[in-house]
C-alpha cells in the first residue's frame, strides 16, 4: 500500500509536472543538500541534531506575472534526531521520499535573482534505522506524514540557460511520525541546498 502511495504521487506530480513544463515551465534541474536533522517529541522539546543528505528534481513553473513562480519538488530525503539515553546517545534515521509544491516569490538583480517560497509537503515513509531503546519505540513509522517547508536564497541565470542556485530551507513536520511513541514525534530540519538549473527548450 505504501510503494503504491508513493507511485500514485509521483505519477500525479511528473504528470502535472509535464503538462506544466508544456505551458510555461521556467526551470527544470536536480539538487542536494546536506541537511542537520531533529525530531520534536511533545513535553520533551527537539532532539539532538544529526546529519544526513537530501536530493532530488525540481520544476519552476511560471505564472501570469513574472515574479511568481510554483517550485515542485521530489526528493530522497533523511530525517531523524539523536536522542539522549542515561549516558549514551541513540540515533535515528528514517529515509522518505518526499514531494512538496512551494509558491514561490523572487526579484531580479541582473543577472542574480533572491527568492523566497513556502508551502506544503508530504513525506512517505521508505525505512528506519534505529538502535537500542529506540528500535522498539520507533518499530512502526507512520506510512505518510505532512509538514511545511520554507526557504530563501539567490540564483545566478547565466545567458546560456543555465542557472546555478544556494539556498537555507528548513523542512517542518505537522503530523506524528511514529505512532508508537509515547507522545507526538515530528520531524524538523534545517538544509543548505545547492541547485542546478536549465530553462527548456521551447
Known amino acids: 500500500m505504501r510503494t503504491l502511495s508513493v507511485l500514485l504521487v509521483s505519477a500525479l506530480v511528473f504528470g502535472w509536472a509535464g503538462s506544466a513544463q508544456a505551458q510555461g515551465a521556467r526551470t527544470v534541474g536536480a539538487f542536494a543538500g546536506w541537511v542537520e536533522a531533529r525530531q520534536v517529541i511533545a513535553r520533551e522539546g527537539p532532539t539532538e541534531a544529526r546529519s544526513g543528505l537530501m536530493g532530488g528534481l525540481f520544476l519552476d513553473v511560471g505564472t501570469q506575472k513574472p515574479w511568481f513562480d510554483i517550485l515542485a519538488e521530489a526528493y530522497l530525503v533523511q530525517r531523524g534526531g ?7 546517545v541513540a540515533e535515528a534515521e528514517a529515509d522518505y521520499v518526499t514531494f512538496a509544491v512551494l509558491p514561490k516569490v523572487r526579484a531580479s538583480l541582473g543577472l ?3 527568492y523566497s517560497y513556502a508551502g506544503p509537503l508530504v513525506d512517505f515513509h521508505v525505512r528506519t534505522r534505529a538502535g537500542g531503546e529506540l528500535a522498539e ?11 511545511v517547508a520554507l526557504g530563501a536564497g539567490i540564483e545566478a541565470r547565466l545567458r546560456s540557460g543555465n542557472s546555478f542556485r544556494v539556498e537555507l530551507r528548513r523542512d517542518e513536520g505537522l503530523t506524528n511520525a511514529f505512532p508508537d511513541a509515547t507522545g507526538k514525534v515530528r520531524h ?7 541547485r542546478y538549473g536549465r530553462r527548456p527548450p521551447n
Not at 539523536?82 to 549514551?88: K, Q
Not at 519505540?137 to 509538514?147: C, E, H, M, N, S
Open 82 to 88: 539523536a536522542v539522549p539515553i542515561g549516558d549514551f
Open 137 to 147: 519505540v520507533y518499530r512502526r513509522a507512520a506510512p505518510q506524514a505532512f509538514g
Open 112 to 114: 542574480l535573482q533572491l
Open 188 to 194: 524538523r530540519s534545517v538544509a543548505i541546498v545547492l
